[in-house]
């Protein structure tokens, strides 16, 4: 069964630094979304992406962060200038059409602010 | 707005027990729900969705409107059951955003 996948696992970055959160979507699915999840709180919309371009954001996806589908398979998370409030769990998620369906997750990055 | 509250964080079961994990929402529309599981060291996978009526591993969720509640149940709670679930609402617009509960981390004891 095809999967969400997501690199790395396990980002570790310094305070400040720029970092740049990667996934491959499930191949035919068109709608792309990320999410986070900070250590023992819920899960939070980030951003959702569809035909290339920011369908909707959440008052967290503020100007330090970007999504950008470079090419066919990629859909990238960058996080400009980290700060510690960034530490979390970060979850790509696709679908493949929207109203029903339901949105595949891929294994998330642990992102670390130092 | 949408909002998904799961009043339990904890839930303690022995095997064979009926378990039920409550989930409520608040939605002026019609909404889409779903439960997710995450098993230990695993992503989110989805579990179940209210239009499909189905039965999963068991487990089956019944959308009710009035009370505005999609509660997880099962009649006889299994150890491979032991996971986090997450109740979650999507308006079913043309985004199709996920709002997440915080989840209910259940725990079947053999």
């Known amino acids: 069964e095809p999967e969400v996948t997501q690199t790395p696992s396990h980002q570790v970055t310094q305070m400040g630094q720029e970092v740049i959160l990667r996934c491959v979507p499930i191949s035919n699915h068109l709608y792309f979304y990320w999410y986070r999840q900070i250590l023992g709180q819920k899960v939070e919309f980030l951003v959702s992406?569809?035909?290339?371009?920011?369908?909707?954001k959440s008052e967290i996806f503020d100007d330090q962060f970007s999504v950008e589908r470079p090419d066919g398979s990629n859909f990238t998370l960058k996080i400009r200038s980290t700060k510690l409030e960034d530490s979390a769990m970060y979850f790509c998620a696709s679908v493949q059409t929207g109203k029903g369906q339901p949105q595949h997750f891929g294994d998330g990055t642990r992102l670390s602010i130092l | 707005a949408q909002r998904v509250t799961q009043p339990e964080k904890l839930l303690s079961v022995f095997k064979g027990a009926p378990v039920e994990l409550k989930c409520n929402y608040s939605y002026s529309g019609s909404p889409e729900l779903f439960w997710y599981v995450q098993y230990s060291r695993q992503r989110l996978q989805l579990l179940l969705r209210h239009i499909s009526r189905e039965s999963i591993k068991g487990f089956t969720a019944d959308l009710n409107k009035g009370e505005t509640s999609f509660h997880l149940k099962k009649p006889f709670a299994q150890e491979e059951d032991s996971a986090m679930y997450y109740c979650?609402?999507?308006?079913?617009?043309?985004?199709?955003?996920?709002?997440f509960g915080k989840g209910t981390l259940l725990t079947v004891n053999p």
């Open positions: 992406f569809y035909n290339n371009e920011i369908s909707e």
């Open positions: 979650a609402l999507s308006r079913g617009g043309s985004n199709y955003k996920l709002t």
